[in-house]
């Protein structure tokens, strides 16, 4: 398996403008996690998907962002409008069960807003 | 919200030496995990060690928890400038929902010099 695969690597957008981060879970897996690291937040764990139902969004900043999978091998995260202080990278991971066992984390996507 | 903190925030080391990185959490777990994140990079799983476990072993890392404590530690023994990186933890936070989420730590950046 390629492991988990992000896309795109590198996203600079203008203020306002809508971004979708894309993430393709390692076959098999059930769990799906979106995650943001910036270097005065660390990394928060922004939703957790478990067979293609999101469980926990508590970490979901505002209604600006939003996420679905509608697949077992397809999740996207939305922001719209994109503000300057969305700016970071964003990490998607999967695991075949739940927080039991490893997760395996995609490379990234390094998203700048100006 | 962190649930683990790493302590300490950065180290600095020579070649040879060994490497002792603790991590403090909040709240009882299921399991404790220890990821490393090369600069750029995604984070790669390095071992999980279970809440009725004391001490696991995997080539020359050894991680040790303390439950009554709510802390772990992570010690790399004679360490080599590949190992230059940042540690997390990551502690399996039970939900209401009965599921399991991954939530990370602050980290330590590790440097070893040749």
């Known amino acids: 398996d390629a492991g988990v695969i992000q896309s795109p690597r590198h996203e600079v957008t203008e203020m306002g403008q809508e971004v979708t981060l894309r993430c393709k879970p390692i076959?098999?897996?059930?769990?799906l996690f979106w995650y943001r690291q910036t270097m005065m937040r660390g990394l928060e764990l922004l939703i957790y998907f478990n067979n293609n139902v999101p469980i926990d969004d508590s970490g979901m900043p505002e209604d600006r962002f939003s996420a679905k999978m509608p697949n077992a091998s397809f999740s996207t995260l939305k922001i719209q409008p994109s503000e300057p202080r969305d700016s970071a990278v964003y990490f998607c991971?999967?695991?075949?069960?739940?927080?039991?066992?490893?997760?395996?984390f995609g490379q990234g996507t390094r998203l700048t807003v100006v | 919200s962190q649930q683990g903190e790493e302590d300490p925030q950065a180290l600095s080391i020579q070649e040879g030496e060994n490497a002792t990185m603790n991590c403090s959490y909040k709240?009882?777990?299921?399991?404790l995990q220890w990821y490393r994140q090369n600069s750029g990079r995604g984070l790669v799983h390095l071992i999980l060690i279970r809440s009725n476990e004391r001490e696991k072993h995997s080539g020359r890392l050894r991680v040790t928890l303390d439950t009554s404590k709510k802390s772990s530690s992570l010690l790399i023994t004679a360490s080599r400038a590949a190992d230059t990186a940042s540690y997390f933890c990551?502690?399996?936070?039970?939900?209401?929902?009965?599921?399991?989420?991954?939530?990370f730590g602050t980290g330590t950046r590790l440097l070893v010099s040749p």
């Open positions: 709240t009882s777990i299921n399991n």
């Open positions: 991971a999967s695991s075949s069960r739940q927080t039991n066992t490893e997760a395996f």
């Open positions: 990551a502690t399996a936070l039970r939900l209401n929902t009965g599921f399991q989420k991954l939530v």
């Open positions: 076959s098999g897996h059930n769990s």
